[in-house]
């Protein structure tokens, strides 16, 4: 058993060790530098604090040799990740100073300090600059969406580094994002011959949009205003409302039973009450059958819906989408009346002939208990085809 758990041990250590190993191959030296730094603060390792070294020293060789590739080539674009790399670098170091100067079997580990600060603030002032201007470029000739929305993106990570110093930024970002976002409006028509109210309609589209689009996508269920342009328009059509007619359907169910009606004497061959061996009268009890009609009524109505839900361009107007949805629903209702004894029912069947029949429900009654049905269906149509809403 010792020798078992030895070897686990062993193998355990051999897994770890392999595992820093790989990811220093691989060029995965933060990773690195996260799991001997963990390892060191408990016990100091020589193994552990070899691979931290070349870790360290590897992961700043290629960050300084990318950073001086991106002055180099002298692309304002560049300062974004030049900002990036030094962070990196900052934060690496800041890491490595909890376990150094550290010695270990003999070996010391100790690296000089380097201030970042200077060269971090530069290059987040010229990345502030560049998305600026580069933001506020789109923003003055956009031409589609995208531009206005890529506009807003630049000048979010404009006002990120500059900590909103430039001038009106709010303003611009406001408008970049109102001009960015595509609005949807969503209508119902019904061609379907029965009639029904506008509230019922308004019903139908009266659904939680959220997960149909994206921070750029807006439904409108109501024009907010008359001259308001919209990107897209949804029709929500009904093309058929089937409302069967009152169904009535009456089930009879007799039931019997025998009960107590009194008892009467045993006489003997001269018509005098017999006695027992106690002396008293001889009685034996006396039944009645008894009966009783359930007559059950049942109540049946049903609707159907059917329709489709048609997703248009409106610059320029064209149909990109139909999708068919429909929903059913059923009104049921039972009720009974009892003729005869009502001894003579079970008390299922009794509680059953205390259900009194109630009117049935119109036909736009109907369709308003199906609304909460067919909601989910239009709003699955109109998620299933979000892709074309951009």
């Known amino acids: 058993m010792q020798k078992i758990f030895t070897f686990l041990i062993a193998a355990l250590l051999m897994a770890g060790c392999g595992s820093t190993t790989k ?10 530098i996260d799991k001997t730094v963990k390892k060191l603060i408990r016990n100091a390792d020589s193994k552990d604090a070899d691979e931290m070294d070349r870790a360290y020293k590897m992961a700043n060789e290629r960050d300084f040799e990318r950073i ?6 002298n692309n304002p674009d560049n300062y974004d990740e030049i900002f990036s790399r030094y962070n990196m670098l900052k934060e690496r170091q800041r890491k490595v100073r909890t376990v150094t100067p550290l010695t270990v079997d003999g070996k010391s580990y100790s690296y000089e300090y380097v201030d970042y ?20 470029g789109l923003l003055e000739n956009a031409l589609q969406k995208e531009d206005y929305r890529n506009a807003y993106y630049q000048l979010m990570k404009a006002s990120e580094y500059s900590g909103g110093q430039f001038e009106q930024i709010d303003e611009l970002i406001y408008d970049a994002h109102i001009k960015g976002i595509s609005r949807v409006i969503v ?10 109210p506008a509230q019922v309609l308004e019903d139908l ?15 409108h269920f109501k024009h907010v205003d008359e001259n308001a342009f919209y990107d897209y328009m949804v029709i929500v059509k009904l093309l058929s409302i089937m409302v069967s007619p009152d169904g009535v359907k009456d089930v009879d169910q007799v039931f019997n039973k025998k009960i107590s009606d009194g008892f009467e004497y045993v006489l003997d061959a001269n018509g005098n009450v017999m006695k027992d061996t ?9 039944f009645k059958d008894i009966t009783c009609t359930l007559i059950e009524t049942q109540q049946f109505k049903s609707v159907e819906i059917k329709g489709e839900v048609e997703i248009y361009s409106m610059d320029p107007e064209r149909l990109m989408k139909k999708e068919p949805f429909g929903a059913s629903n059923q009104f049921e209702h039972s009720s009974a009346r009892a003729v005869g004894d009502l001894g003579a029912l079970t008390e299922e069947a009794l509680t059953k002939s205390q259900q009194e029949k109630i009117p049935f429900p119109t036909d736009v009654e109907m369709v308003m208990t199906c609304t909460e049905t067919i909601k989910p269906a239009i709003r699955n149509s109109i998620y299933a085809n979000r892709q074309y809403i951009k």
Do not use: C, H
């Open 23 to 32: 990811k220093l191959q691989q060029g995965n030296y933060d990773a690195v």
């Open 278 to 286: 106690a002396g008293n009268d001889i009685k034996l009890q006396k």
């Open 187 to 196: 209508e119902v028509t019904n061609q379907a011959p029965l009639q029904l």
């Open 117 to 136: 600060d200077a060269e971090m603030v530069n290059a987040k002032r010229k990345a502030a600059d560049f998305f600026y201007n580069n933001g506020k």
């Open 205 to 219: 589209i009266s659904f939680n949009t959220r997960g149909l689009g994206n921070e750029w996508v807006e439904y």
């Open 68 to 73: 001086k590739y991106l002055k180099m080539e």
